[in-house]
C-alpha cells in the first residue's frame, strides 16, 4: 500500500467524520458534553485550512474544508443555541 | 501574510484543539452529547494521519498527529467508559 492511499483514506475520513455529529446535535439539541472551546479552536481550524486551500488555489483542500467548515458551523450554532 | 503562516496556524490549532474537549469529558464524567461515531471516525483519521507521516517521515505530521492520536483516545475511551 502506497503512502498516497493511506493520505487519501486520511483526508476522505477527516472530510465526512463531523457529518454524524452535526446530526446528532442537531436530531437531539443536546450540546452539553461537547467542550465550546475545543469545537470553536476546531472551527477556527478548519477556515484555517479552507483559507490557506484558496491562497494555493489546491481544489482537495478547498472543496475537503468547505465540507468540513459546513459541519462545524452547524455543531457551533448548535451549541451556542442549545445550551 | 504568507500562505505558509496560515498553514502552520491550521496545523498548529488543529492539534491542541481536542484537548480542551478531552479534559472536559474526563472532568465531567458527561459524553452523551458527543457523537461515538464521529469521534471513531476521527479517531480513525488521526491515526491515518499519523501512519502516513510515519511513511513519509515527515515530523512535523508525526509529532502533530501524535498529540491528536491521544486527545481522541481519551475522548473515545471516555465515551465508552461513561455511557
Excluded: E, H
Amino acid at each position: 500500500m502506497t503512502p498516497l492511499y493511506i493520505g487519501y483514506a486520511a483526508a476522505m475520513l477527516g472530510t465526512i467524520c463531523w457529518i454524524p455529529q452535526a446530526l446528532q446535535v442537531w436530531r437531539t439539541r443536546d450540546t452539553r458534553s461537547l467542550s465550546l472551546s475545543a469545537q470553536v479552536l476546531f472551527l477556527a481550524t478548519v477556515t484555517l485550512w479552507l483559507a490557506y486551500g484558496v491562497m494555493i488555489m489546491d481544489w482537495p483542500l478547498i472543496l475537503a474544508n468547505i465540507v468540513s467548515v459546513s459541519a462545524m458551523i452547524a455543531i457551533v450554532t448548535a451549541k451556542l443555541k442549545f445550551k
